[in-house]
Each structure stands twice: as C-alpha cells, then as structure tokens.
C-alpha cells in the first residue's frame, strides 16, 4: 500500500521555525515527485511547494519564497519542508502530497492540485502573533 505521512507540526510563535516531514511508503524514491500545500480556516488549499527527482530546482509559493526550505532524503524515502521566520498567516493544516510514478512536479502549474493523486491526512501549524 502506497501512503504519505506528515509530521512535524506544532504552535510556534512568529519568527520562529518549524521542520515538517513527509514520510513515503510503498512506493521507491527513484522517481518522485513530491508537493507541501496548506489549507487555512475558510480558505482554499493552496500549494506551498514542490521538489522532484528530475526538476533542476524545487517551486515555492510568492508568500514563503525566502523562508520555506524544501529538501528531500531519498535513502529515508522522506521530503521536508523547512519554515523559518514563520507569520500567523502561515497558520493552516499542511498536506503532503505525491505524483505517483512520476518524477518531475506536475506541468505547466506545479501547484494544481488534480495533479496531484496521493495525499496525506495533514499536520497542523499554527503561529502566535
């Protein structure tokens, strides 16, 4: 069985940082492809960012270019998203979420979320003001 998990979540206050983690199974890190979104009370899910085995560079949302970090460790099968100077408007549940079989984010919107076939349930991330 193929499944994403998330982790990593927790209350911080502005300008602090938090480390989420996106753990695959199920499927080999060979050719991946790999998103973080974030869906905040009211709104609509929104992409934050994506990496992949063959893309050149990883894709960042406008609003956490510059603070949000994307890596991935293929021996642990895992992908992170480092956030720095977070702001209370970085509060939302973030979701991983993966291209099965393919290894490039999804083209021409990396952030489109039909693309997108395998999610995870989600962590929560909320900064204090």
């Known amino acids: 069985e193929v499944h994403v998990v998330e982790s990593g979540g927790g209350l911080v206050q502005a300008g602090g940082s938090l480390r989420l983690s996106c753990a695959a199974s199920g499927f080999t890190f060979d050719d991946y492809a790999i998103g973080w979104f974030r869906q905040a009370p009211g709104k609509e899910r929104e992409g934050v960012s994506c990496i992949s085995s063959s893309d050149d560079r990883p894709y960042y949302a406008d609003s956490v270019k510059g603070r949000f970090t994307i890596s991935s460790d293929n021996a642990k099968n895992t992908v992170y998203l480092q956030m720095n100077s977070l702001k209370p408007e970085d509060t939302a549940v973030y979701y991983c979420?993966?291209?099965?079989?393919?290894?490039?984010?999804?083209?021409?919107?990396?952030?489109?979320?039909?693309?997108?076939?395998?999610w995870g349930r989600g962590t929560q991330v909320t900064v204090s003001s």
């Open positions: 979420a993966s291209v099965v079989a393919v290894s490039a984010c999804p083209r021409p919107r990396w952030n489109y979320l039909p693309s997108y076939d395998l």
